[in-house]
């Protein structure tokens, strides 16, 4: 007898069947168009013959519309989709038969990377970027620095495959992942030279390691917050928070039960302010998720190893993926203890996304929820839309008008200041609300980002310029 067979990492994987499904796609794809057309002439014959409408069905009544000559409803509209279904799923199978001949070598990968939508992996490629990493080691940068170095290595490590990636991770000694760490985020001058560059910049830095984060299986994650700090921002919220919600206790986790990133669409009730003091860019989250609550969608998503990706915007209009893992700061009950939806997550992960990528702190906090709180009104539209700000005054008139021209106009309240009672229950100093519109008889509409639960404000103009001190709009871009 020989030596026993060792059992597959790879079960549950039907080859031959995932084949076939990807051969039916291909011929429901390829017929598609025919039906369609087939269909809508049936239905059209039928409409004349009746002079009148031939089905209730919104479905059906579908079919026969079209633009330019091309369905925009099922079965005809089925058939590129179906095309990139069956695609992905024949180059899944072409990426799981390779990972089993190199079981055959003695080398595996975790189950989790086995089917996914990438190229076959290399070892090579692999032991090659761990040799790129481990020649950094006590290099003489020169006067330039290290910046071009840590470059090259970053669009090799980007390179690499989902399964590649893990190898390497895995492969690294503790003290190479230290080193590694400490050039990469080591920004400072070497002290022979004041015009070296070193470390990678902020936004280049968080590039990497959203991109590294969104490959590496659960088990690797720990590795890559260690090595890159801020894309687990510290939940260190101060005092600038004028809702007046304390947090003792906060632990990082999943909110359990489990929530999906969204329930029932995109709402501006989705959004109510914790702990964290960035009424500035909740107020500006919310304005966008009322007028192009789409872009929200659009602007994030979950990965296949579980992290969450949302798109941001940096001071150039340059889109980033900046990606985190799931768990949130959360309070003594299990709940988000910064911003917190009812029943999705969307909005706690676009806070701690945003936590990781603001760049414009100037106390020694970026990278940390710290970082976001308290600044101005016109700040954080760009971030989220990539679309410039203005910096509009508190003019009720100027505001009016940039908010009928479709901007997200965020308007702020000073510091201190004397409210009269019929304002108490809404009004708050130092806080940002959005404009969310105007009564018939000219007054203002004011949101506040506590949520939905809290009154909104509504204020003649001569109120407004009394009791609002500056406000920023911007376009979502929709």
């Not at 702190?361 to 700040?379: C, H, L, P, Q, V």
């Not at 100027?398 to 106009?409: H, K, S, T």
Request: charged share 25%; net charge negative.
């Amino acid at each position: 007898m020989g030596p026993p067979q060792q059992a597959s990492h790879y079960v549950g994987f039907d080859i031959p069947q995932i084949r076939s499904l990807v051969r039916g796609l291909k011929g429901a794809a390829a017929s598609s168009p025919t039906l369609h057309k087939d269909l809508a002439a049936v239905l059209a014959d039928a409409q004349d013959d009746i002079e009148g409408p031939v089905t209730s069905s919104p479905l059906l009544q579908r079919v026969m519309i079209n633009l330019f000559g091309m369905p925009l409803y099922p079965p005809g509209a089925l058939s590129s989709p179906l095309d990139d279904i069956a695609d992905s799923s024949g180059r899944r199978c072409d990426h799981l038969e390779e990972l089993k001949e190199l079981e055959k070598d003695g080398i595996t990968v975790d189950p989790s990377l086995a089917f996914l939508d990438e190229s076959a992996p290399s070892r090579a490629d692999a032991d090659e970027a761990l040799e790129a990493i481990r020649a950094l080691k006590d290099k003489d940068f020169g006067v330039n620095g290290n910046r071009d170095d840590l470059r090259t290595l970053a669009n090799t490590l980007t390179g690499l495959s989902s399964v590649e990636l893990n190898w390497v991770l895995e492969d690294l000694s503790a003290e190479e992942r230290e080193m590694l760490g400490d050039l990469i985020n080591d920004t400072g001058d070497s002290g022979l030279n004041p015009f070296d560059s070193n470390g990678l910049p902020h936004h280049e830095r968080l590039d990497l390691a959203s991109v590294l984060l969104s490959k590496a299986t659960p088990e690797n994650w720990d590795i890559l917050i260690e090595m890159f700090p801020g894309v687990q921002p510290p939940f260190d919220p101060g005092d600038d928070n004028k809702k007046g919600v304390t947090v003792d206790g906060v632990t990082w986790g999943v909110p359990d039960p489990p929530r999906p990133l969204f329930d029932n669409g995109v709402s501006p009730d989705d959004i109510n302010q914790g702990a964290v003091g960035d009424c500035w860019f909740l107020a500006s989250l919310v304005g966008m998720a009322d007028q192009n609550p789409d872009a929200i969608r659009n602007n994030i998503k979950e990965n296949p190893n579980g992290t969450i990706s949302v798109r941001l915007y940096d001071q150039d209009g340059e889109a980033h993926w900046v990606t985190v893992s799931p768990e949130l700061p959360l309070d003594e009950n299990g709940n988000p203890a910064g911003v917190g939806g009812q029943q999705e997550l969307w909005v706690a992960y676009y806070e701690k996304a945003f936590a990781a990528f603001y760049d414009q702190d100037n106390d020694g906090f970026a990278g940390s929820y710290r970082a976001i709180e308290g600044d101005y009104t016109d700040k954080a539209g760009p971030y989220l839309s990539g679309q410039p700000s203005n910096d509009i005054g508190a003019d009720f008139d100027d505001v009016r008008e940039a908010y009928e021209n479709g901007e997200v106009v965020v308007t702020g309240t000073p510091g201190e200041k004397k409210v009269p009672d019929k304002f108490k229950n809404g009004y708050v100093t130092g806080h940002a609300y959005v404009v969310d519109g105007f009564t018939d008889d000219g007054k203002i509409i004011l949101r506040n980002p506590w949520g939905s639960g809290h009154p909104k404000l509504y204020m003649t103009p001569e109120e407004y310029e009394e009791f609002f001190s500056s406000a920023g709009s911007f376009s979502t871009g929709g």
